[in-house]
């Protein structure tokens, strides 16, 4: 029995850790590591909730469920995941990641119960989702992208709104400082604009034109 526990353990670590891989091939916030730990400490978790208090079963009049230990799982974990969220100047990031951690949590609690078919099952769908989706529907709905740039042309920030300002682009927010050194005017400009996920591309090729005039600080 005790290595059919080892290998419950193992199986949800790998599958936390196949998960996390992607997460951290795209850069976010929660990595390999964490899935991993995620889905091993559930499935840990689990684990003890199942065979942790077999000896209270021997007592009279002690009733016992199995499930109140692992139900604290599904919300605790949404502390970690609050954690990878993100709120920085009108963008929220880290959404998917923290789905990911809370889905990665109830993979550990499955295979911990033995559920070996329905954990595996679950941990395919959700890389089908974290990759297939995105590919498949690529082109569907709009992307955030944060900027921020300084420029000693004002008109530059007049044209680069003007050609903003059409249907695969929305400038969500727009913040500019203007800063006088030694008789030289400088522009610092922060805006956040949402693009086409077909024009993701359109939107760097945007600012290549104006590269001449203007000193690019960050694009995320």
């Given at each position: 029995?005790?290595?059919?526990?080892?290998?419950?353990?193992?199986?949800?670590?790998?599958?936390?850790?196949?998960?996390?891989?992607?997460?951290e091939y795209?850069?976010?916030?929660?990595?390999?590591?964490?899935?991993?730990?995620?889905s091993?400490?559930?499935?840990?978790?689990m684990?003890?909730?199942?065979?942790?208090?077999?000896?209270?079963?021997?007592?009279?009049?002690?009733?016992?469920?199995?499930?109140?230990?692992?139900?604290?799982?599904?919300?605790?974990?949404g502390?970690?995941?609050?954690?990878?969220?993100?709120?920085?100047?009108?963008?929220?990031r880290?959404?998917?990641?923290?789905a990911?951690?809370?889905?990665?949590s109830?993979?550990?609690?499955?295979?911990?119960?033995?559920?070996?078919?329905?954990g595996?099952?679950a941990?395919?769908?959700?890389?089908?989702?974290?990759?297939?989706?995105?590919?498949?529907?690529?082109?569907?709905?709009?992307?955030?992208?944060l900027?921020?740039?300084?420029?000693?042309?004002?008109?530059?920030?007049?044209e680069?709104?003007?050609?903003?300002?059409?249907?695969?682009?929305?400038?969500?927010?727009?913040?500019?400082?203007?800063?006088?050194h030694?008789?030289?005017?400088?522009?610092?400009?922060?805006m956040?604009?949402?693009?086409?996920?077909?024009?993701?591309?359109?939107?760097?090729?945007?600012l290549?034109?104006f590269?001449?005039?203007?000193?690019?600080?960050?694009?995320?």
């Amino acid at each position: 029995m005790v290595w059919e526990w080892v290998i419950r353990l193992f199986v949800a670590g790998v599958l936390g850790a196949l998960i996390g891989l992607d997460r951290e091939y795209r850069a976010k916030e929660a990595g390999y590591r964490t899935h991993f730990l995620v889905s091993l400490g559930s499935a840990l978790i689990m684990l003890v909730s199942q065979y942790g208090f077999l000896e209270l079963f021997h007592e009279k009049g002690v009733a016992y469920d199995s499930s109140r230990v692992a139900a604290q799982v599904v919300s605790g974990i949404g502390f970690i995941g609050a954690g990878t969220i993100i709120f920085q100047k009108q963008i929220v990031r880290g959404l998917t990641t923290a789905a990911g951690i809370w889905a990665t949590s109830g993979i550990g609690l499955a295979i911990g119960a033995g559920m070996y078919v329905l954990g595996i099952s679950a941990a395919v769908l959700t890389l089908v989702g974290l990759e297939a989706l995105s590919l498949i529907f690529k082109s569907v709905g709009m992307k955030s992208s944060l900027i921020e740039f300084s420029t000693n042309n004002k008109k530059v920030l007049d044209e680069m709104r003007n050609r903003l300002d059409s249907k695969d682009y929305i400038v969500v927010s727009y913040q500019m400082e203007q800063q006088n050194h030694q008789d030289v005017v400088t522009y610092q400009v922060c805006m956040v604009v949402k693009a086409r996920r077909s024009g993701d591309e359109s939107l760097f090729s945007l600012l290549r034109e104006f590269q001449d005039d203007m000193v690019i600080y960050r694009i995320e």
